[in-house]
């Protein structure tokens, strides 16, 4: 059984550009939820993908989409990068929606907005 | 929208010494979660509770969820080396299940 994965590891971009991160969930699980965190602080809420649709998005813009796949892996779309998006970009899985279940986080994503 | 205050926001201590770090919040959660992480690695979970007033333990940790549901507090018993890493407390509602709020932090280092 494989842990939860993302790439890349590391990435540098400057202002205005766009960004794509890759998550693979843990087998077996059907939900992947997207977290920003800043240096310094706690990872905040982006969204939720469940069986290919958003369920709940936390307080970011329409610029941060994304997107999971038939087999459950997931994409975060950041368009027109902006300084204050550096930041560490964790995807966690799990088995459902439903609020017993708790999350497997991934490594992250370090994305460096220059 | 919710926030959690976590404390200390550091602390450092001596190996063998116990710990006590907690985390308070404007509102109620339905589930509170501890965490660690380490440096280059997302969050590992520690203990998870579900009921207010529930007492758990893993190994030398033990985890509280306050009776009001708005607070929850983190025991380390006879700490060691590596413990060392930022610890940090998580709510969850009901109706958002997996979608966390999560508080700042607490960074722990632990003096051999």
């Known amino acids: 059984e494989t842990g939860v994965t993302q790439s890349p590891t590391h990435l540098i971009k400057t202002r205005g550009q766009q960004v794509t991160l890759r998550c693979s969930s843990q087998?077996?699980?059907?939900?992947v939820s997207w977290y920003q965190q800043a240096l310094g602080q706690g990872p905040q809420f982006i969204f939720q993908?469940?069986?290919?649709?958003?369920?709940g998005r936390g307080n970011f813009p329409p610029r941060f989409s994304g997107l999971q796949f038939p087999n459950y892996s997931s994409e975060l779309n950041v368009n027109a990068l902006e300084l204050d998006d550096s930041a560490l970009y964790l995807c966690?899985?799990?088995?459902?929606?439903?609020?017993?279940?708790?999350?497997?986080f991934g490594p992250g994503t370090r994305l460096t907005v220059l | 929208g919710q926030q959690l205050n976590q404390s200390p926001q550091s602390m450092f201590i001596q190996e063998g010494e116990d710990v006590s770090m907690n985390c308070t919040s404007s509102?109620?959660?339905?589930?509170w979660l501890w965490y660690k992480q380490d440096p280059g690695e997302g969050p590992v979970l520690l203990i998870a509770?579900?009921?207010?007033?529930e007492l758990t333990s893993n190994g030398r940790l033990t985890a509280q969820f306050g009776i009001t549901r708005k607070d929850s507090f983190l025991n380390i018993s006879a700490s060691i080396p590596s413990d060392v890493g930022i610890y940090f407390c998580?709510?969850?509602?009901?109706?958002?299940?997996?979608?966390?709020?999560f508080g700042d932090g607490t960074t722990l280092t632990v003096k051999p």
């Open positions: 966690a899985s799990s088995l459902g929606v439903a609020w017993v279940n708790e999350q497997f």
């Open positions: 087998s077996g699980h059907n939900t």
């Open positions: 993908y469940y069986r290919e649709e958003e369920n």
């Open positions: 509102s109620i959660f339905n589930t």
């Open positions: 509770l579900y009921k207010a007033g």
């Open positions: 998580a709510g969850q509602l009901s109706t958002n299940a997996g979608k966390s709020t």
